[in-house]
């Protein structure tokens, strides 16, 4: 039902800017999101934030600025967010062990919880295996799954009877059970769902409207697009209702919403440095994001990667089925780009790269103007 690879990204920049003029900014926003909708998209929003202010751009039928969306794997760098709010509360420590905090969870399974750590579930390299969680492959399965409800403790108990990929701390692969995981820790350690620690941590004090957790409601509150997924050549399925929310991704917000949380995040208002400097410390990641991205690497709910300008970028993003999700942040959180795409190209390797192409040179604009 989700969010592959190409969905979680978060991103900082050390690149110098290139002067512009405002209304040169406007036309080259524009005409990449129109490039975006050349692909086969339905539609695209598109905002970026500089200190001399905001401007949006929006292309395909049926959408609006301030339209809602799901986002996805963004929701991991929430969920890491969370976590290291916790680290500086002294309430938990990043090398605490799955064992710590959920102990016998692992036991008469393949994986040893003594030995997995709060950080390789973070960064993805603790070996969890993705093979039993939740997928929509096809139109079919669409219909058949729309209204499922998994929940974490299912997901990773599933996960669970899987084998490892590899041993912890020796691999890297994308694991969405391994975030579900992180949100049964959250809960341990606070009493509290992941979710609620968000908003109460992030939603609230920014005073965000427009973001909130769906959990088992399949619909879409408010404004939006709707959102197809074209799992065959030709055909798009209207793939906007669906229940599909923990905490490997879920949340619902908008273009200003989702904005605000990335910079706040990078610019000190969420994370202090030390914390910051976690989220930013990073691992070598695999061959598939390196597909899409020039030298990817991976921190605690974020990739990286650089920037043809020169410098890296942290480009938090997510897939969900309908939706598409890839934004960028700069290193102090001044200079910012959310893009988010009412439809998922999943026919061919082609059409998918062809899309990510399209919205990484949106990207690339921005964070190197």
């Known amino acids: 039902m989700r969010r592959r690879l190409f969905a979680a ?8 800017a290139v002067p512009v003029s405002a209304e040169a900014g406007r036309s080259t926003l524009q005409r990449d999101a129109d490039g975006i909708v050349a692909t086969g998209v339905t539609g695209v929003l598109a ?34 967010t969370v976590v290291l709010q916790l680290v500086a509360e002294g309430r938990m420590r990043l090398d605490d062990s799955v064992e710590k905090w959920l102990p016998g ?45 998994h929940t974490e403790e299912a997901i990773v108990q599933a996960g669970l009877k899987n084998k490892p990929t590899f041993p912890p701390g020796k691999g890297w692969t ?41 959990r088992t409601d399949p619909r879409i509150a408010g404004p939006h697009a709707r959102g197809y997924t074209r799992f065959t050549a030709g055909e798009y399925t209207d793939t906007t209702d669906v229940i599909d ?23 000190g208002r969420l994370l202090a440095r030390a914390q910051l400097d976690e989220l930013t410390t990073t691992v070598e990641t695999d061959e598939t994001a390196e597909l899409v991205w020039r030298n990817p690497r991976y921190g605690l709910g974020v990739f990286s990667r650089d920037l043809p300008c020169g410098g890296r970028v942290w480009i938090p993003g997510g897939d969900q089925i309908g939706f598409k999700t890839r934004a960028a942040v700069s290193a102090d959180g001044r200079r910012s780009v959310v893009v988010s795409m009412s439809t998922q190209l999943y026919d061919s390797m082609d059409a998918l790269l062809a899309q990510e192409k399209a919205a990484s040179k949106l990207i690339d604009e921005v964070m190197c103007r």
């Not at 040893?112 to 390789?120: A, C, E, L, W, Y």
């Not at 273009?255 to 910079?263: G, H, V």
Request: charged share 25%; glycine share 8%; no cysteine.
């Open 245 to 267: 929310a923990d905490a490997s991704g879920g949340y619902i917000s908008t273009l200003k919403d989702l904005d605000r949380i990335l910079r706040s995040i990078f610019d």
């Open 105 to 149: 969870l692992t036991a008469g399974t393949e994986y040893d919880g003594r030995k997995i750590t709060v950080r390789q579930l973070l960064q993805h390299t603790a070996g969890i295996s993705d093979e039993s969680f939740p997928n929509i492959a096809s139109a079919e399965q669409y219909y058949e799954r729309r209204y499922l409800v």
């Open 174 to 214: 994308y694991s969405n059970t391994g975030y579900d995981l992180v949100g049964l820790v959250i809960k341990a350690v606070t009493g509290r769902t992941w979710y609620d620690e968000v908003d109460r941590r992030i939603v609230r004090p920014l005073h965000l409207r427009d973001t909130y957790f769906p």
């Open 9 to 16: 990204i978060a991103l900082t920049l050390v690149a110098t």
């Open 47 to 80: 905002r970026e934030t500089s200190p001399h202010g905001s401007r949006t751009a929006v292309s395909g039928v049926r959408v609006r600025p301030d339209g809602r969306f799901r986002i996805g794997s963004t929701n991991k760098v929430l969920v890491g």
